[in-house]
């Protein structure tokens, strides 16, 4: 890609995304199982614009449909990152951020409060996402993301983390499949209830295939895939993100840095955020 061209891309994309409003997304029926992003994915393959690209500390060499295939590209973040140049992120290209605000059912990511505010600040869309801890209820785990994150209803839907807590120091239970589903679907429920919009499922392979929470309904999902696209890895199962790397390289961010895309266009992402 040439220079200019990029340029021109870092600052239509953005103003593209910000510059749609609507009413608040309880307004709008949940949709089917993440239908509306993937069923997106085909009208993106025609759009013969260049699309954000960013460096990876540990490339992948992806076989068939790659990531910068794909129009619209986030983060996600935590303390991890440390503090973050917000403005030099918007400029960057980043569509969206995902910022950790809790974990299980009393701890909460240090850095939250900065992340969410300095987000806002630069106009980088912003959503909150919880880490799933299986020694607490889901019921004292969604009262403490409420506690934490705000209501507001130009933020992204929330985000529920699924994985094994495989390097947990206090712990590492895993319930069997149907505790996980009926736990998940209690959370999501409650969290609905509170902030209008359906959370997005964010999970990873060995999580996925041993729990089958891809059955759950009226779920968007969030799929980690650092070495195949997830019509491979996850087949058969429709998503609205795949975060593709977890070594990305992105302007403002000192280290590595997690990398997502969405399944749609930027007119298809305007309309999702709605």
Known sequence: MRFA?????IVLLPLLVLGCSGPERGDYPAPPAASRAEAAVASSRSVAVPFPTFGDNNPHPWDGRAPSA????GIDVSRWQGAIDWPAVRASGVAFAYIKATEGGDHTDPLFP??????ARAGVPRGAYHFYYFCRSAEDQARWFIQHVPR????LPPVLDLEWNHRSPTCTLRPDPATVRAEAARFLDILTAHY???????????FYRETGIGA????????????GHPST??????WSFWQYTGTGVVPGIRGPVDINVFAG??????????
């Open 5 to 9: 061209v990029v340029q021109s891309l």
């Open 114 to 119: 900065d992340n969410w505010q300095g987000a």
């Open 216 to 227: 759950l309904p009226r779920t968007e999902f969030w799929l980690r895939s650092v070495a």
């Open 233 to 238: 890895v996850y087949p058969g199962q429709r």
């Open 265 to 274: 266009s930027v007119a298809d992402w305007a309309r999702w955020r709605r």
């Open 196 to 206: 209008g919009q359906r959370p997005v499922v964010y999970t990873t392979v060995d």
């Open 70 to 73: 794909y129009a619209v590209h």
């Open 152 to 155: 507001d209803p130009a933020a």
